[in-house]
C-alpha cells in the first residue's frame, strides 16, 4: 500500500501570514498517463472534508487561489498564503494511483 | 445543486449487520464511480468502497473485503453500503463521495457498534 506520511502534525499562523504543509508518499504518484495523482482536502471543525487541490496543482471549482499545490512525484506542498479564519481545520493529502487508495494522517492549521 | 445525503447509520452490536444509503441529485449519478470514505472519532480519513459506473467493478481495502459490499442503483440515483460481521473497529462516521476525485461529499452518518 502507499503511505503518505505529513507533516507537520500541526501548525500555528497568525491571520495574513503563510503556512506550507508537507505530504511524503512511499511512491512515486505519477500515472502512466503522466497525472501525478495526488489530492488535497481540508475538513473544518464538525464539517465534512472538501477538496481543494486535485492531480498535485489544479485548483478545485470555488476554492481560493490562496490555495497552490506543488511537488515531485513523490514530495507534494501545500501553500496557503494570507492565512484566513476559515482556513482552520485537518488538512489531508490522498492519492488515487492504484487500490486501496490511501490518506495521509493530517496537518491541523490553527490560528495564533 | 450536487447533494449527497447518507441515511442508516446507528447503533448495532458486534457481529450484527447494517446498511447504509445515499441519495444523490443534482448530478447524472450513472457517469461518475461513487465511494464510501470513513473517519473513526478524532482519527484521519479511510477509504472504505469504490464502486464502477455500471456497479460491475467494486474495489475495498483489506479491512473491510470481504464483510462490506458497496453497490449502487442508477434508476434511483442512490449508493449503498452493506456492511457485516461488524466489529468495535468499524464505528467511524461513514461518508459518501462522489469519485474518483471526491469533489463532493455528504454530511456523513454515524456507525457505532457497541455491545
Known amino acids: 500500500d502507499i503511505v503518505l506520511t505529513q507533516a507537520p502534525l500541526s501548525v500555528s499562523v497568525t491571520p495574513g501570514e503563510s503556512a506550507s504543509i508537507s505530504c511524503r508518499s512511499s511512491?512515486?504518484?505519477?500515472?502512466?498517463?503522466?497525472?501525478?495523482?495526488l489530492y488535497w482536502y481540508l475538513q473544518r471543525p464538525g464539517k465534512s472534508p472538501q477538496l481543494l487541490i486535485y492531480q498535485m496543482s489544479n485548483l478545485a471549482s470555488g476554492v481560493p487561489d490562496r490555495f497552490s499545490s506543488s511537488g515531485s512525484e513523490t514530495d507534494f506542498t501545500l501553500k496557503i498564503s494570507k492565512v484566513e479564519t476559515e482556513d482552520v481545520g485537518v488538512y489531508y493529502c490522498g492519492h488515487r494511483l492504484e487500490y486501496p487508495w490511501t490518506f495521509g494522517g493530517g496537518t491541523k492549521l490553527e490560528l495564533k | 445543486e450536487v447533494q449527497l445525503v447518507e441515511s442508516g447509520g446507528g447503533l448495532v452490536q458486534p457481529g450484527r449487520s447494517l446498511k447504509l444509503s445515499c441519495a444523490a441529485s443534482?448530478?447524472?449519478?450513472?457517469?461518475?464511480?461513487m465511494a464510501w470514505v470513513r473517519q473513526a472519532p478524532k482519527k484521519g480519513l479511510e477509504w472504505v468502497a469504490t464502486i464502477s459506473t455500471s456497479g460491475s467493478r467494486t474495489y475495498y481495502p483489506d479491512s473491510v473485503k470481504g464483510r462490506f459490499t458497496i453497490s449502487r442503483d442508477n434508476a434511483k440515483s442512490s449508493l449503498y453500503l452493506q456492511m457485516n460481521s461488524l466489529k468495535s473497529e468499524d464505528t467511524a462516521t461513514y461518508y459518501c463521495?462522489?469519485?474518483?476525485?471526491?469533489?463532493?461529499w455528504g454530511q456523513g452518518v454515524m456507525v457505532t457498534v457497541s455491545s
Open positions: 463521495a462522489r469519485a474518483p476525485l471526491f469533489d463532493y
Open positions: 443534482g448530478f447524472t449519478f450513472s457517469n461518475y464511480y
Open positions: 511512491k512515486s504518484l505519477l500515472s502512466s498517463k503522466g497525472i501525478t495523482s
